[in-house]
């Protein structure tokens, strides 16, 4: 169960530290709500225009990302086996923000862990980045892997020598994709946005790095959308 911020940030750095240590534990077994929710914030978006409007607020999830949460992890055998999340979201619904903080978590607490992020736009592919900063900065520095790298386009992190994990960003729109490497997750973010060229690209450079978690979703382009 996941503890509210105002609480923990009264604890001393020992105890923060074992809580840290418990949730991460949740996560490398496949499981990283608990550490979501305590650890991570989000910008206040529902309240819209206004003084509370870029708030940060506890990332707690909506009753549809629980739907989400239980058929993508809940029902997993094992933490090693995939997760495929295949969404066609309505607006509002932050599939994104759900989907980029259960990643985010796993590459924050499990080392060897490579994400790539596919986005439609470049300035959505900023705007995805800037929702993983949100989440890293909600972590206190003692308890979070240190920074390597930190681009727009390339986040690398370190747990000791020799042990880093990173995300590389990617859009349609430039028509960027990777040169080479491994991921354990694979975000397609408004899949359906992306030009049948690009897909064939992507699906070329993607299809041998077997991705654990495998995220595609996408508000809808006219009637039907795309899956590659």
Known sequence: M???REEWLGWSVERQAALMARCAALVRIGQPREYAETFFQVENKLKGRGALA??????????????YYEAAYEKRRDA?????????????????TFALAMD??????TPGWNKAVFAHRDDAATLLGHYINVFWESVPVHLRPRVKYWRDDYKEIEFGPGMTNRIDFYSAQS???????????????EGAFYPE??????????RPMQPIVHVWETTRNGTTYQES
């Open 175 to 189: 028509n960027t994709v990777p040169r080479g490497g491994r991921y354990q997750s694979v975000h397609f973010s």
């Open 80 to 96: 090693w086996e995939a997760v495929y999340f295949v969404g066609d979201k309505a607006r509002q619904s932050y599939v994104s």
């Open 104 to 109: 985010t978590a796993q590459w924050m607490c």
């Open 54 to 67: 870029n708030v940060l607020v506890q990332f707690k999830m909506t009753a549809l990302q629980e739907t």
């Open 2 to 4: 996941a503890i509210a």
């Open 197 to 206: 060229r690009y897909w064939l690209a992507v699906s070329a450079a993607v």
